[in-house]
């Protein structure tokens, strides 16, 4: 049983159990936000693009994950979203942190996790978070090189060392592997090395890349991190812990989640440890920006006899839709207000263009890249002061934006919760 208020298949309470759904709970808090909002008059500020994040979503990924990964303890990935409330309820759930700099290790440690809850996920450490992390008992972290073996001989010799071990994360949208984990023809002497320098190696890491989408990678990466696990024995290691890394993302999830649970129990005896770092999973879903057009521009294709326009948001590939550059993402926009109606979830995103408006969306600054999409249909006239959502911008997005051309990195996130768990652990 997940104990949710809803079905986890059934995305943002699309079919309604009981009480407010998801999407009602959403939509009321973007009403009441853009009620107060008159663009005309507002103060500069005031009408900036705005979050509304369903913390009710982040808990139910959690139920799902323990539904389905029973064996594998999430340390999430903050650097996916380091929203304060995120960390708070997976905090108050009991999962795990993976974190990859000092500013990281100090978010979490401050809302009183322990530090064995954290994983200092970084193969290529800067030397004095190594010392920082050693002050503060942080001792778990992930090596994949013999320089950085010497560097945590001299800072850190107690450390409890993961060695990363390369994949192959060509399915996957973010390649990580063109940067990090050792090739397993490289981990005996790696291993060997550790031994000869005293440092305590305690299990294998991998990450089959951001947005995997070839379940198969993880039975490959669980077979290559058997055959380190053997090696170490050789080498005189009994590792205890193996790290799955990240990757899972909330469509494919419970088909990936399969793989791996099969790949850990045929490979994996019980007693070995299995940690993951699930980031995007838990967030993407979970956060929705409303974004207002502050100016158009008006195209006629004298050829084709058409109208178009050219909408201009509040924000931008400089800000969270920094997504698009890094996270090779498309958000799909949506509209939220035209003229005085209210249209959230009126609609669905119109494919049909003959009875629907074309528009290409750009953000806030002057640089030509700043674009949201190039084309796309939306079934409305829309004009400045009309609002525009975005679903699915919980990962990748507001950790990576820019001050760029003056216009604000932190923009406000309304919390709501569909799930009366997650309101009562944050005391909503
Ligand atoms: N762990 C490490 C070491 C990473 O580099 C990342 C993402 O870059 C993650 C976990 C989180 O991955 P995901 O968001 O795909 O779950």
Redesign the pocket.
């Known amino acids: 049983q997940t104990n949710s208020q809803y079905n986890h298949t059934t995305r943002h309470g699309n079919h309604k159990q009981h009480g407010t759904s998801p999407k009602e709970l959403i939509g009321s808090a973007f009403q009441k936000r853009t009620n107060t909002i008159n663009p005309d008059v507002c103060e500069a500020g005031e009408d900036d693009a705005f979050f509304v994040a369903d913390m009710g979503e982040v808990y139910r990924q959690h139920l799902r994950w323990k539904l389905n990964l029973p064996r594998v303890r999430p340390h999430y ?1 903050v ?2 979203n380091p929203d304060p409330q995120v960390l708070k309820l997976l905090a108050e759930l009991g999962t795990g942190f ?1 974190c ?1 700099s000092k500013t990281e290790i100090d978010q979490v440690l401050s809302l009183g996790v322990e530090p064995s809850r954290i994983i200092y ?2 193969p290529c450490k800067t030397n004095a978070y190594v010392r920082f992390a050693a002050k503060a008992g942080v001792k778990q972290m ?1 090596f994949d090189n013999a320089d950085e073996l010497y560097k945590i001989k001299q800072l850190f010799p107690d450390a409890e060392l993961f060695l ?1 071990i390369l994949t192959d994360d060509s399915a ?1 949208l ?1 390649r ?1 592997s063109l940067k ?1 984990g050792a090739a397993v023809e490289s981990t005996r002497d790696l291993l060997d090395l550790a031994k000869k320098l005293g440092l305590n190696v305690t299990g294998v ?1 991998f ?1 089959v ?4 989408s070839d379940p198969q990678a993880f039975l490959r990466a669980v077979e290559d991190a058997r055959y380190v696990f053997d090696q170490a024995n050789e080498a005189g290691y009994d590792l205890k812990t193996l790290d799955v ?5 909330g469509d494919t999830f419970e088909e990936m989640a399969a793989v791996l649970s099969n790949a850990l129990n045929e490979y994996f005896p019980p007693s070995v440890r299995i940690i993951g ?5 838990y967030v993407a879903s979970a956060f929705t920006i409303a974004c207002n057009i502050i100016s158009r521009r008006t195209v006629e294709d004298a050829q084709s006899n058409r109208t178009s326009y050219m909408l201009y948001l509040n924000d931008g590939v400089y800000g969270n839709f920094s997504s698009i550059m890094f996270d090779h993402q498309r958000p799909t926009p949506r509209i939220l207000t035209a003229g005085s109606r209210f249209l959230y979830d009126k609609h669905a995103y119109a494919s049909n263009t003959e009875r629907s408006t074309h528009y290409s969306i750009w953000g806030p600054t002057c640089d030509g890249i700043d674009c949201i999409a190039e084309s796309c249909y939306l079934p409305d006239i829309l004009d400045r002061g009309d609002w525009l959502y975005f679903e699915d911008m919980g ?2 997005t507001k950790c990576s934006a820019t001050r760029f051309n003056g216009f604000t990195d932190s923009h406000d996130t309304v919390y709501v919760s569909s799930e009366p768990g997650a309101s009562a652990l944050l005391g909503m």
């Open positions: 990935a650097k996916c993976d990859a996920a970084q992930t990363r996957s973010c990580l990090f890491a990450h890349g951001s947005g995997a890394g990240g990757g899972f993302c770092e699930p980031g995007r999973y990962a990748y």
